[in-house]
């Protein structure tokens, strides 16, 4: 008897499970070519990320052998290219490449590549302030006090202090000084006297820096 009633509720259960496939056959099907797709398109993506870094990465290479056979007009624009692609890794590179070997001439140029750069890419905190500083250290030359401070700001109202912020003290220090304005300029060079843990060149910089100051004086 137990087995006709176990028999029995299984064919209901089937019958169950069988209505409900048949008036939800569309909506099933649906989900699973919808799951494919999406598994599909992310594998792609995935695939599609890498041959990109990969390309990323083999134009670099390219641009710096350019570079080393003095071919700066070719290399450039690959070098370009690169720091558009909002690659994290590599339009830093490029960026600090482009720099370093002062390729590009054009100041306001330059301040629109490392605006790119750094509103286009997401970063570790340290990288990301190595830019903004970078970017403050390539304008001090030409920009207003204000314009220089309001670009350092972002290292130095750090609520956990940036192996940065020192870096962007002593820059002020020097930017003051250099425009004999003496009181302003000491007062970013004690802040990075009383700040703890620096490396020693650091503080060492910032008294070499007082002791001028006070010879001068």
Known sequence: MADIIEA???VTKKTKLRRFFDS????????????????????YYQVSQENKKIE???NYIQAKIL????????????????IYSNDSTYSTLCLFLVLNQELIKDQNEILEIFDHVLNNN??????KNLLIYKRALFSSNYVSELELLNNLNPLLNEKDDSVWKPHALLLLGDYFVSKKEYIKG?????????TQNLQKGLYDQARSKLALINDGK
């Open 122 to 127: 997401k970063f570790d905190k340290e990288i």
């Open 67 to 82: 570079l080393g056979n003095g071919n700066i007009s070719e290399a450039l624009p690959i070098l370009k290219k690169i």
């Open 24 to 43: 939800n056959k569309k909506l099933i099907f649906s989900c699973i070519i919808m799951i494919i797709i999406l598994f599909g398109g992310f594998s």
């Open 186 to 194: 000491t007062e970013f060079y004690l802040q990075i006297l009383s």
């Open 56 to 58: 990323i990465s083999e």
């Open 8 to 10: 029995q509720y299984d």
